[in-house]
């Protein structure tokens, strides 16, 4: 039996928290989900453009708004909540530990993958710099082409996007061809793609596996409905497993339980200057 095929037969049971139930993560019911959740998704929809993303690539891809090691990002959102996360209110570096924790317990063996559930949120910093949440949190989806019916909530959220007009950008491939593959794709902006481009852009040891998963742990619509899979090359599939497993322990270790950070400190240190050393330009 091949890793990948193990890793499927995990049950999410073994590292999940006595929060809450594994059908009643992501519930985005309207008629029950908070009104902040929705606004933020509202506007994300309506306002993430093709033109807006490319905007935003070339503003925070300069990377000249601050240098900080990944345990001093990390601390920078010790305070900052996700308005659009129907699941948990805790700050993010709580959950940034708490998805590290249940991947080692899970897989001790594999350092790699700890490092990334660490890190994975820390591009939410743009939030605290200034960016409003729904270009920084939240599922994500390629621009530039037609919205997909498995992104949440109602598709007349997109109504107001001016890309939907566009008839460049508003078919099933838009500007994209067949099996073009992921790294062509632009996605609506937000926390995944800034921090893979600036582990990209800094010194960074960490595999395709968790850059992946670091990438597209939002992308939702593909990773867990199986959609946009006519965009993928051979390289997203077989990558697919991996993020669809660091997602097992972004969405289920979430819980109002605060692990102990100090106590953890010592040991995700010595991780992340063997993966991502130093101080980072952000």
Known sequence: MSEAEKLQLEDPSDFRPEFKEKKDFRDFNIHTVPERVIKVYKDMHQNQTL??????????????????????ALETLSTFLDECDPDIDVPNAVHAYQTAEGIRK???????????????????LMAVWGEPQWCVVGDTFPVGCAPSKEIVFDAKFFEGNPDMTNEKLNTKFGIYSENCGLDKVIMSWGHDEYLYQVLKANTCYLPDEALYAIRYHSFYPWHMSEDYMYLCNNKDLEMLTWVREFNKFDLYTKCPDIPDINDLIPYYSKLIDKYIPGKLKW
């Open 51 to 72: 033109q807006f993303v490319k905007d935003k690539m070339e503003k925070w891809g300069k990377f000249d708004h601050a240098e900080m090691t990944i345990l001093e």
């Open 106 to 124: 899970a897989h001790p063996d594999k350092e790699w993958l700890q490092v990334a559930g660490l890190v994975h949120d820390i591009g939410k």
